[in-house]
């Protein structure tokens, strides 16, 4: 079987707002094939992390290399924000937030093709909210919404799939859903989903990356309680019996 | 009897620039009311009252003034707000009593008395003249063009600005144009509502829209309209009842809106009885 292709790679990245540093110490590339859970506590550098992967915060040292390409555009990455980064009165149908996936610096005049608007279709066909279409972002509930944020990132047709806390603010139905439709996705595309909630996302994941100020890659789906403890990473202890579970217990803080 | 009122010249270059403003005013409000920078308006608006205080100091046209304060100011709150630490709404509140301070001194240190300086601050679309229209047609000829042309872009980024960041789309220069159009827009409104009205002339229309319309590019169309109904029927009210123009103009406007906000709740009360009636 062939290795899997590198998608992008961080090298010794450091990185932060306003002169302070946020994540320190970050190496690690992502694979074609990979399916990675973003954990750490909240604060701790997730969002950071994303966003210089995303290329929209420029790291204070370090690099970062995205292959075959050369910078991290829509037909390698496809990127779903957190929700409440949204403004859901904003007067914008379903339609035009899946097609906005297709925006392009050198073509913002231009129309859309009927080709493209068959792609929107395509993919909102896919994700059953076709029917919806129409609608405006307001009037849909926090599945629908995350569906239509779904079709926005995958319309590109990107190698990687990027989800900023996906789960928040949605039902349960949605959930098991998302779940599916990331296992189906992983056939194809490497997806890397950012999540504080480790217990519902440890079973679905390959590998974790824990971020908390310091970013460690673990290349298993579970970590033992001597690792967390190694890494300051004050989450809740992940592990995997015949049925897959999870033990949750309370992490000691840092000054114990 | 109205059509009388079309003889007199003033009265014609009234409605001409009445219909311009209601243009530029219902394109530039949709996307002032959608991204939410009302407020950062409100202080493009006051700011502008320096250039005018300057230009009755130094005896250039005011209006040349209120360019220029309201651009720089918008371009000013911008950069303040995304590159440096100043909080948006303090950078927006120090701006707004920056350039009313500096219009006051000015204004104080004129000599004599400051001919016109209510038709600034309360608007009299009476006194339009014909540059002022000349000014009003290339904005609203200009804005409608940009507007055409970049409505994708202009949607989307408004919408979600991070992942039009993402895709490597010139935010902060689609962003510092449009803010200079918005501070064009509300400069060659003031004749019509004057500075402190004026925000009115890109609110209510829109927000009288969003009520029944959830579409960018509809709430446009339905603000010119109700923008262009509300500035003539004021128009036509200050003058029979003999009352200030940018006044009567907003007064009608707040009327088609609180009209318009009882309808939808009728028809609401309504859907929701027939809905009750059918099972």
């Known amino acids: 079987m062939n290795k899997p292709g590198k998608l992008l790679e961080l090298i010794e990245v450091v990185a932060g707002y306003g002169g302070e540093v946020i994540i320190s110490n970050t190496s690690f590339s992502v694979l074609e094939n990979d399916f990675i859970g973003i954990i750490g506590p909240n604060g701790g550098g997730k969002t950071t992390l994303v966003k210089v992967i995303l290329g929209l915060l420029k790291p204070y040292s370090g690099q970062i290399n995205y292959f075959p390409r050369t910078e991290p555009d829509d037909r390698l990455i496809g990127y779903l924000p957190q929700v409440h980064h949204i403004d859901k009165k904003f007067p914008i149908s379903v339609e035009d937030v899946v097609l906005s996936g297709l925006m392009k610096k050198d073509r913002l005049i231009r129309r859309f093709t009927h080709h493209e608007r068959k792609l929107a279709a395509n993919q909102m066909e896919l994700m059953g909210i076709i029917e919806i279409r129409k609608r405006a972002v307001g009037e849909l509930s926090g599945g629908q919404l995350q569906r239509t944020f779904l079709c926005r990132a995958l319309i590109s047709s990107p190698k990687l799939l990027i989800l900023d806390e996906p789960n928040n603010n949605v039902d349960n139905k949605f959930e098991s859903d998302l779940y599916r439709i990331l296992h189906d996705l992983n056939k194809n595309i490497a997806i890397l989903i950012v999540s504080h909630d480790i217990g519902t996302i440890s079973s679905h994941i390959k590998t974790i990356i824990c971020v908390n100020r310091d970013v460690h890659y673990h290349q298993s789906n579970m970590i033992t309680e001597d690792q967390l403890r190694a890494y300051n990473c004050p989450i809740q202890l992940i592990t995997h019996g015949e049925i897959p579970h999870t033990v949750l217990k309370t992490h000691q803080s840092l000054s114990q | ?279």
């Open chain 2, 1 to 279: 009897m109205i059509f009388e009122l079309f003889q007199f010249k003033f009265f014609f270059n009234a409605a001409f620039a009445a219909l311009l403003t209601s243009i530029s005013c219902g394109i530039i409000g949709t996307y002032i009311v959608s991204k939410r920078i009302v407020f950062i308006s409100g202080g493009i608006t006051h700011a502008s009252f320096g250039g005018i205080g300057l230009g009755y100091y130094l005896g250039f046209n005011p209006i040349i003034g209120a360019i220029c304060f309201s651009i720089l100011s918008a371009l000013g709150i911008e950069f303040m707000a995304k590159k440096t630490d100043v909080r948006e709404d303090s950078a927006i509140a120090i701006m707004w009593s920056f350039g009313m301070a500096i219009g006051i001194i000015f204004i104080f240190l004129t000599p004599g008395y400051a001919p016109n300086l209510l038709n600034y601050l309360f608007g009299n679309i009476l006194t339009v003249s014909l540059t002022d229209i000349f000014f009003s047609l290339l904005l609203a000829t200009g804005i409608t063009i940009f507007f055409v042309l970049f409505i994708k872009p202009i949607v989307y980024i408004s919408f979600d600005e991070e992942f039009s960041r993402t895709r490597k789309i010139r935010v902060d220069l689609l962003n510092y144009t449009l803010i200079s159009f918005v501070a064009l827009t509300i400069v060659l409104s003031i004749k019509v509502a004057g500075i402190i009205l004026v925000i009115s002339l890109l609110t209510i229309p829109q927000a009288s829209a969003n009520l029944f319309i959830k579409d960018f590019r509809k709430i446009i169309i339905y603000s010119v309209l109700i923008g262009f109904i509300g500035s003539m029927g004021g128009l036509i009210t200050s003058y029979y009842l003999d009352i200030p123009s940018g006044a009567a103009i907003i007064f009608l406007l707040v009327l088609i809106f609180i009209f318009l906000r009882l309808l939808k709740f009728l028809l609401t009360r309504a859907r929701q009885q027939n809905q009750n009636q059918i099972p």
